[in-house]
Structure formats: structure tokens, C-alpha cells
């Protein structure tokens, strides 16, 4: 099964701009389908943003126009861009994947496999 790895949370002040990678312990451009998650203290873990094998992305509304996410098929890594940050986007965020078909969802239920969360916190 695949293993998930998450890096580049942090602490920035709104406004700011933080990029979060998720790299994958095994081939995952044609089988897996990818998103990220979130979740604050407190709150139930919410769809970010996900993606198609072919590219295609999705988002939630609360991050539109803010939020990018793309994948490199070549290096087995799935990225989030996170520009103009609010201090509601704190929270731990998680990669998150399944294997085909894809499911036009962004329920955590969908989804098989987990990384172990990275941590983003957004001052104002």
C-alpha cells in the first residue's frame, strides 16, 4: 500500500504564503486519485482540494482563487501552493489518496490511504 509523507507546514502571518508537499512512497500518477485535507482543533477533517490522475483539480469553496494543487507525476509528489492565508485556514493538514476509480467527492471516507499531517497556523 502506499505511504504518504507530508512536509512544508509552518507559522505565517496573514496574508502570507505556505506550500505543502506530499510525497508518496510509490508510483502513483496513473492509479491514485490525490487531495488534501484539513482539520482544526475541534472540527470535523474537511476537502481541501483534489485532483485527478490527468490533472484535473478541484477545490472547496473556502480556498478558491487561493489554493493550488498540482501533482509531479515524475517525482511521486503531490503539492498544495497556499497564497493569501487567513487565520480560519489554521489547522493540520493531511494527503490523502485512493486508488482508481476516482470518486467526484472530497468526503474523507473516499479516501484509503493517509499521511501524518503537517501543521499550519496562520497569525493575524
Known amino acids: 500500500q502506499v505511504q504518504l509523507v507530508e512536509s512544508g507546514g509552518g507559522s505565517v502571518q496573514a496574508g502570507g504564503s505556505l506550500r505543502l508537499s506530499c510525497a508518496a512512497s510509490?508510483?502513483?500518477?496513473?492509479?491514485?486519485?490525490m487531495a488534501w485535507f484539513r482539520q482544526a482543533p475541534g472540527k470535523e477533517r474537511e476537502g481541501v482540494a483534489r485532483?485527478?490522475?490527468?490533472?484535473?483539480?478541484f477545490y472547496a469553496d473556502s480556498v478558491k482563487g487561493r489554493f493550488t494543487i498540482s501533482r509531479d507525476n515524475a517525482k511521486n509528489t503531490l503539492y498544495l501552493q497556499m497564497n493569501s492565508l487567513k487565520p480560519e485556514d489554521t489547522a493540520m493538514y493531511y494527503c490523502?489518496?485512493?486508488?482508481?476509480?476516482?470518486?467526484?467527492?472530497?468526503?474523507?471516507?473516499?479516501?484509503?490511504?493517509w499521511g501524518q499531517g503537517t501543521q499550519v497556523t496562520v497569525s493575524a
Open positions: 485532483i485527478l490522475p490527468d490533472g484535473t483539480p
Open positions: 510509490e508510483y502513483t500518477a496513473s492509479n491514485y486519485c
Open positions: 490523502a489518496a485512493r486508488l482508481r476509480p476516482c470518486i467526484p467527492s472530497m468526503s474523507r471516507s473516499v479516501y484509503n490511504y
